[in-house]
């Protein structure tokens, strides 16, 4: 059985940082495309990132260079690094894990999210 627990979510000020951290079990994350997605307030979900088998990362143009994700293989573990955080960032975050591409519904698993807000 596959799961993904997420963790490390918080209420943070506008220019902080913040790592989420979601660990894999039943599936060896560096086997396969794991990444996160996100939910802000009355929208629908939407790409953050996501880093492949080979290591390749990918993120939504918008997130590219604020966001960072790494991969931890010993603790089955990956990693959204979040830098410059502004209030448009709050949302829910899921873990997602064995999928492609940008689209929500080609992700075999996700995680129950986690709640990021960001207020001054």
């Known amino acids: 059985q596959v799961q993904l627990v997420e963790s490390g979510g918080g209420l943070v000020q506008p220019g902080a940082s913040l790592t989420l951290s979601c660990v894999v079990s039943?599936?060896?994350?560096?086997?396969?495309?794991v990444g996160w997605f996100r939910q802000l307030p009355g929208k629908e979900r939407e790409f953050v990132g996501t880093?492949?088998?080979?290591?390749?990362?990918n993120f939504a143009a918008t997130l590219q260079g604020r966001f960072i994700i790494s991969r931890d293989g010993a603790k089955n573990t990956v990693y959204l690094h979040m830098n410059g955080l502004r209030t448009d960032d709050t949302a829910v975050y899921y873990c997602?894990?064995?999928?492609?591409?940008?689209?929500?519904?080609?992700?075999?698993?996700w995680g129950q999210g986690t709640q990021v807000t960001v207020s001054s």
């Open positions: 997602v894990a064995r999928g492609w591409g940008t689209s929500a519904r080609y992700y075999d698993f």
């Open positions: 880093i492949r088998g080979d290591n390749i990362t």
């Open positions: 039943g599936l060896t994350a560096s086997k396969y495309t």
